[in-house]
């Protein structure tokens, strides 16, 4: 018998409490806000968002050890559990992510690993689809003796160490890939035409269905998609929706579009790319992202991938958003951005030395991405096997 188990079979044989997540710490939404224009300016202390950290500013709201969960739906992971993180020092936090700070009888450590493990998908809605601050307040959390906590946080963060150590040296890596990205992509100097997106694409809008619709039907390419991914084909998506042959025609998605998201809570991700490399039948795409179709041969997807996701464009992007409670880009303003037109033989030779690159520093099939896969897996396996207790009956 494990030590945990000891100390469940000694401390709460029976069972556990459940309580509501308000109950378990002390919540400071209240005191979250947009960051200021003074602060706005390059700084040393983290700002985050509902993804975790989004910039560095010059100013803080927070100062301790905290937990942030993404209110997004946009920003939920496959298993419909929110992002998570762990947050310490000075800080500030907008309003896209709640933030809570430990009291005494639950660990704050605990609860970072516990709400990890829960679906939140059906308390996602509004508007702008998110997780409210009631339902926030209300989750049902499992709160054993206070020494079953400690132990369980000992285990799960034997595992989250290790994970740390391998993404550390993978973040090196990658910062080394996304160097000569933009090396291969920077043509300054060369005798090369550039024509403008408005030149070589067709700009549209995506579609707006109640929530009703979603979940069965066909494919759809949502916000998320386009936001995390360089590029798209079959099986890399998941969404669906029920849709009519009509919008399956005016909001197609085909092989070769390129995907801009629409919005974001900060400048620096606003118009963040995605191309669909190959033909999904039926495939149509969300409202949340705009589609920029070609109207010529002169671009290989992949290479449209690459270039569009270039510090120079991306600063570009940011230039011409504009930013009020969030920010925002529009067909028009995606039309100015320059592209170069090079030779295909000469786009598909940087496409293949960035794809080598790209498989060391993502492909989970080997290598670094795939021990971390690996590790995270079994930390997530633990993670729910340790967090799911009997509720204790009530009296």
């Given at each position: 018998m494990s030590k945990l188990d000891e100390l469940i079979q000694e401390l709460c044989p029976d069972g556990v409490e459940y309580r509501?997540?308000?109950?378990?710490?002390?919540v400071l939404d209240k005191k979250r806000k947009p960051v200021t224009k003074a602060a706005r300016e390059a700084g040393e202390y983290p700002y985050y968002g509902a993804n975790g950290i989004q910039d560095y500013v010059s100013d803080y709201i927070f100062d301790g050890t905290f937990v942030l969960v993404g209110e997004d739906g946009s920003v939920i992971t496959k298993a419909g559990t929110p992002v998570v993180t762990w947050a310490e020092g000075k800080i500030w936090?907008?309003?896209?992510?709640?933030?809570?700070?430990?009291?005494?009888?639950?660990?704050?450590?605990?609860?970072?690993?516990?709400?990890?493990?829960?679906?939140?998908?059906?308390?996602?809605h509004g508007n702008i689809p998110k997780l409210t601050g009631g339902d926030f307040r209300a989750l049902q959390i499992p709160v054993p003796p206070l020494p079953v906590q400690s132990e369980i946080v000992r285990i799960l963060d034997n595992f989250t160490e290790l994970t740390a150590e391998l993404t550390a040296e993978l973040t090196a890596r990658k910062k080394q890939y996304e160097y000569y990205h933009n090396v291969l992509m920077d043509f300054s100097g060369e005798d090369i035409e550039y024509r403008s997106v408005g030149e070589l694409f067709e700009i549209k809008n995506g579609l707006n269905k109640e929530k009703a619709a979603f979940g069965k039907g066909q494919p759809i390419i949502n916000f998320t998609d386009v936001y995390n991914k360089r590029w798209l084909a079959n099986g890399s998506f998941s969404g669906l929706v029920d849709v009519s042959v009509d919008e399956i025609e005016r909001y197609s998605a085909k092989k070769g579009d390129v995907f801009f998201t629409r919005t974001s809570e900060t400048k620096e991700d606003v118009g963040m790319s995605s191309t669909l490399i190959e033909d999904v039948p039926n495939c149509v795409f969300s409202g949340f992202v705009l589609r920029a179709r070609p109207t010529t041969n002169l671009l290989l997807p992949k290479f449209c991938s690459y270039y569009f996701s270039t510090n120079k464009v991306r600063d570009t992007i940011v230039r011409y958003a504009a930013f009020t409670t969030r920010a925002t880009t529009t067909g028009p303003k995606l039309s100015k951005i320059s592209v170069p037109i090079l030779p295909i033989e000469k786009q598909q030779q940087i496409v293949d030395i960035l794809d080598r690159f790209d498989a060391l520093s993502n492909d989970i099939s080997y290598g670094l991405p795939a021990e971390i896969e690996a590790r995270q897996k079994q930390y997530e396996y633990y993670r729910d096997k340790l967090l799911t207790f009997k509720e204790v009956a009530a009296t």
């Open positions: 509501k997540l308000e109950d378990c710490c002390t936090v907008n309003n896209h992510a709640h933030i809570i700070e430990e009291t005494d009888g639950v660990l704050l450590r605990y609860l970072f690993h516990y709400i990890q493990t829960i679906d939140v998908t059906p308390l996602i």
